[in-house]
């Protein structure tokens, strides 16, 4: 996975793999991190959002989004700082 798969689906909703029923996620942000190493892919960092009544467990969720996917992510619960729309904030770093 690069961050160029992810930048066009920023606003669009990613289905998180959850019983009884996938979790509806947003991708509200997909932006690159600093490179420390010398890695073959750039490292970078998405921020995701769930409804207020939607509260995920850190861990890894098979998600979706139209013809992408599904694909393993790690996602753990973030501060909403910066972001004003209710909800639940997760992240997903990768480096």
């Not at 689906?9 to 991190?33: F, R, T, Y």
């Not at 139209?66 to 990768?94: K, R, T």
């Amino acid at each position: 996975m690069t961050l160029d798969e992810f930048v066009p689906m920023i606003g669009q909703i990613l289905l998180a793999d959850c019983n009884p029923s996938p979790a509806a996620l947003e991708l509200v942000s997909a932006k690159p991190l600093t490179n420390h190493g010398l890695t073959a892919r750039p490292p970078f960092h998405l921020v995701f959002r769930s409804a207020p009544e939607v509260l995920l467990l850190p861990g890894v969720y098979a998600m979706r989004c139209g013809e992408w996917g599904p694909d393993a992510i790690y996602i753990e619960q973030m501060a909403s700082l910066g972001f004003d729309a209710p909800g639940h904030y997760y992240q997903a770093v990768f480096n």
